[in-house]
């Protein structure tokens, strides 16, 4: 009896990463809104920063991100519109108090310091994110649409991380 309860436990510690992975697959629309989330809000930041900020470094990233995240979204309304999916059209309400409210009050180098930061940490989930669906996507346009969007987000993640370092 000891001998069967142990190989179920070992079945069942065996099998939950498997479980794990596959409960936290993305699908391609839970994608499509999280890669235009993530646009809207790089453009929107962008676009307060490049008045915002006080470092002009930070104002020149900040205007690089405003061009390829709005000439981003345009392409991923398109590949959207192939694979019979839905782009938002809006920042949505969690987004808007997680990620823009936050930056209303700020001034200068402070703001400086946190639009870098997290800079940071979104282009690094993003490359997670986009990483795993150029990978896994259902959709072979999605799936190029991702692997071709890699290396801009890797080129803002480093962009972000030498502001944080002349600092």
Same mark, same amino acid.
């Given at each position: ?9 070992c ?24 890669a235009?989330q ?7 930041l ?8 006080s470092s002009?470094?930070?104002?020149d990233?900040a ?9 981003d979204?345009?392409?991923?309304n398109?590949?959207?519109?192939q694979?019979?999916?839905t782009?938002p059209?809006?920042i949505?309400?969690?987004h808007n ?5 936050? $930056? ?5 180098a402070? $703001? ?8 940071i940490a979104g282009?690094?989930k993003?490359?997670?994110?986009y ?7 259902q ?5 190029s649409y991702?692997q071709q969007?890699?290396p801009t ?13 002349a600092?």
């Open positions: 009896m000891k001998c069967i309860l142990a190989a179920i436990c079945v069942a510690m065996c099998s939950m990463p498997a479980l794990a992975q596959k409960k936290a697959a993305m699908t391609d629309q839970q994608f499509v809104d999280f235009g993530t646009d809207m809000v790089e453009a929107n962008g676009q307060l920063a490049a008045t915002t900020a002009q470094p930070v104002k990233y205007q690089m991100l405003v061009t390829d995240h709005t000439s979204f345009s392409q991923l398109s590949v959207a519109q694979a019979s999916l782009a059209t809006a949505d309400a969690a108090k997680m990620m823009i409210d936050p $930056f209303q009050k700020l001034k200068g402070a $703001f400086d310091h946190k639009y870098v930061q997290e800079m282009h690094t993003a490359i997670a994110v990483k795993k669906e150029a990978d896994d996507a959709n072979p346009a999605l799936k991702a969007t890699l987000l890797q080129k803002h993640l480093d962009g972000a991380k030498a502001l944080l370092k600092k």
